[in-house]
């Protein structure tokens, strides 16, 4: 997080230009473990920056990114309870 312009890093990661997350059914989890693995990469300093461009078009894996670096290291269950909140979201 830019402490310097924290705005900025939120915006960033609430927006984009495409949304490519396919429609999900609450019991297909397959795309719960690509979330996550997304969310953990935000925390892991060793993890590849894929840059702005990855900001561009919103995929299961960088909302899950996005979100781990807007909410940090956060407890298991709260990271699925969040990924069930944007399936339902996205279905609605």
């Known amino acids: ?42 925390n892991n300093p060793d993890s590849e920056d894929f840059g702005e461009n990855a900001f561009r078009v919103l995929s299961w894996h960088n909302l899950g990114y996005r979100l781990g670096l807007l909410f940090g290291e956060t407890p298991s269950e709260l990271k699925e309870d969040m990924y069930y909140w944007c399936v339902e979201q996205k279905n609605a």
């Not at 495409?18 to 297909?28: A, I, P, S, V, Y």
């Open 1 to 42: 997080m830019d402490w310097k312009n924290p705005a900025h890093q939120i915006n960033k990661g609430l927006l984009y230009e495409e949304d490519d997350r396919r429609d999900l059914e609450l019991g297909d989890d397959e795309a719960l473990s690509v979330f996550l693995t997304g969310w953990s990469n935000a």
